[in-house]
């Protein structure tokens, strides 16, 4: 048992050396986050991210892990940016996108710094939600 977990622990090492850096994002910018979810998402998806209505996905643990642990924070901006909120798909704006994509990383235990999530590609390609 002792060996197993120890060869986990020198797995993730060697994965997370592969030019990946954790999500930046600050509290500050989860708490704009959370207002802007709560007015533009959480009708669908719910209060706590996983008892929503009109068939919002899930958008917290293990469903949000298998769907968008092993990509990137720009996979999943992508995707939130070209196809929510379903009926006004790249509606808000990229800062609000960034701001509300910070509080679901935030409920999904990533762990907010000093500095904010920019709504930059590149920069976003750079992180990986894989932990
Ligand atoms: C009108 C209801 C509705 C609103 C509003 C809405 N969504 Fe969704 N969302 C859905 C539905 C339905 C799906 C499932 C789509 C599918 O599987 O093709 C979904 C899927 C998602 C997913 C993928 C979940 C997964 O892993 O399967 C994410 C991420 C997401 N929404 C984020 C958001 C964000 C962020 C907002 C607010 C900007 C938002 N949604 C607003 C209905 C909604």
Redo the contacts with the bound molecule.
């Keep these: 048992m002792r060996f197993v977990a120890l060869s986990f622990v020198v797995l993730c090492a060697a994965a997370s050396s592969a030019a990946a850096q954790a999500p930046v994002f600050s509290d500050e910018q989860v708490a704009r986050g959370k207002a802007s979810?709560i007015q533009?998402?959480g009708?669908?998806?719910g209060e706590n991210l996983d008892d929503g209505d009109?068939?919002?996905?899930?958008?917290r643990g293990a469903?949000?892990r298998d769907?968008?642990g092993s990509g990137s924070v720009a996979v999943?901006f992508t995707?939130?940016q070209t196809?929510?909120?379903?009926?006004n798909p790249g509606g808000?704006n990229d800062t609000t996108?960034a701001d509300?994509?910070s509080y679901?990383l935030q409920r999904n235990g990533y762990v907010a710094g000093a500095q904010e999530l920019k709504p930059d590609e590149k920069s976003m390609e750079a992180m990986s939600l894989h932990k």
């Design positions: 979810y533009r998402c009708m669908c998806h009109f068939g919002g996905a899930p958008l469903w949000f769907h968008w999943l995707y939130v196809a929510m909120p379903p009926d808000l996108y509300i994509l679901i």
